[in-house]
């Protein structure tokens, strides 16, 4: 039995829900240390089940044999009742135990590290991307190559060639994950070092920052090479002023915003109903929302995947949710093309954008329509 696509994701986001529900009693209940300022996973696995996603087989399995244990919970309830029938009542779950089709826990399972579920504690904010970018360019680059690829002048002379940063490989882990290998280094299985712990020469809050720029470096290069930020990013947090009230990037989260930058892009720094407007960048504007933060237009030009001095004329959209969707370009009118965060679905990726009054409403009724779900350690969520 395969389930469709639906159940696979509900399935997924159930066993990701009980596994976060497990780590945090295990935390509220003081059942393991601290470490980094936040409880300890006490187990060497965690459930990574991107596996479910391909192999309809095991979804069925332990969909199957989840509904087997729900059935004998229910036999052993009712055995507490009725206790003339206790006897083939208890029979009848442990057969339903035995003979459920257990999937096979070792493909639902990826070793893990003790910082598995930690959260990082920037905010994801463009003040921390443009401090990893920095610490990147002094302590990574070397290996893992000026955009991410893995082609740093070092890289040809290790024993193994550094991974690309780019690619799905830092979606398959959580976070907590990232923060520990890169902090304590890796070595492949005969235990040589393939990469050195950063511990000595970085703390956790700088760690937590390079983990901010990777994620943003990852969107701009693959939107630079594919088209497409093929994994969802979020729209970083940043200080700004709204009619002389000081706000930030996030507290408009609810709202659709436009970034744009006050130099060279006239045309987009009017206001518009359907978008919060906020001009990014020195001077005045006509608009909502300004912000002069120096380190937005640094981190919207690692998003973008330009050098800084080719970013103006380029607009990002961010969704209510708050997660990045639209680019704009230099020049050029709103297109289909410019949905370029879409939706994981193939149909959502192959519908044309229906035709609209002007390019940006159909861009914002494929943005509302179809949400974004982001995918981390396996789990969409
Ligand atoms: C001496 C070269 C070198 C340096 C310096 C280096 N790396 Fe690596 N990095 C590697 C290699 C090689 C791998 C693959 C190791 C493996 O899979 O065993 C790797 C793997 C990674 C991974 C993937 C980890 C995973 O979960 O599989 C990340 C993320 C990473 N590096 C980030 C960084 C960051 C951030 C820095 C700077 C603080 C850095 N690296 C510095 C060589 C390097």
Not at 5 to 29: F, G, R, S
Not at 314 to 342: E, F, M, T, Y
Request: contains cysteine.
């Amino acid at each position: 039995m395969s389930p469709d696509a639906e159940t696979v994701k509900a399935l997924l986001w159930t066993l990701h829900q009980a596994q976060q529900t497990v780590w945090a009693w295990i935390a509220a209940l003081g059942l393991t240390p601290s470490q980094h300022g936040q409880a300890v996973w006490p187990f060497g696995q965690r459930l990574a089940a991107e596996q479910l996603l391909f192999d309809g087989g095991q979804a069925g399995r332990l969909l199957v044999s989840g509904a087997a244990v729900v059935l004998a919970a229910v036999l052993l309830l009712v055995s507490g009742f009725w206790r003339r029938a206790r006897w083939p009542l208890w029979g009848g779950a442990v057969l339903l135990l035995v003979f459920a089709p257990w999937p096979q826990w070792s493909l639902l399972t990826v070793p893990t590290v003790p910082t598995a579920f930690h959260r990082s504690p920037t905010g994801f904010t463009a003040a921390s991307i443009l401090e990893g970018q920095r610490l990147y360019g002094a302590h990574c680059q070397r290996c893992h190559g000026d955009d991410g690829s893995g082609e740093g002048p070092d890289a040809a002379r290790l024993a193994m060639w550094p991974p690309t940063l780019n690619g799905s490989l830092l979606w398959k882990r959580t976070e907590g994950e990232l923060f520990w290998h890169v902090r304590n280094g890796l070595r492949d299985r005969a235990g040589r070092v393939t990469m050195p712990p950063a511990s000595a020469a970085l703390d956790d809050a700088q760690l937590w920052a390079l983990l901010d720029f990777l994620k943003a470096q990852a969107a701009g290069q693959t939107l630079r090479k594919t088209g497409a930020w093929r994994f969802p990013v979020r729209l970083p947090d940043a200080p700004l002023r709204c009619r002389d009230t000081a706000s930030s990037l996030h507290a408009l989260q609810g709202q659709r915003v436009r970034l744009a930058l006050t130099r060279g892009d006239a045309h987009a720094l009017s206001d518009d109903p359907r978008l919060v407007t906020v001009a990014v960048g020195p001077g005045t504007s006509p608009v909502d929302c300004h912000s002069d933060d120096a380190a937005l237009e640094a981190a919207m030009a690692v998003l973008v995947g330009v050098a800084p001095s080719a970013l103006p004329g380029h607009r990002l959209i961010a969704d209510r949710q708050g997660w990045l969707r639209v680019r704009g370009r230099p020049g050029v009118d709103w297109s289909a093309d410019d949905l370029v965060c879409r939706a994981s679905t193939p149909a959502a990726q192959a519908a044309p954008v229906a035709a609209a009054a002007d390019g940006l409403d159909g861009l914002i009724r494929r943005m509302d329509s179809e949400p974004v779900r982001q995918v981390s350690g396996g789990f969409p969520h």
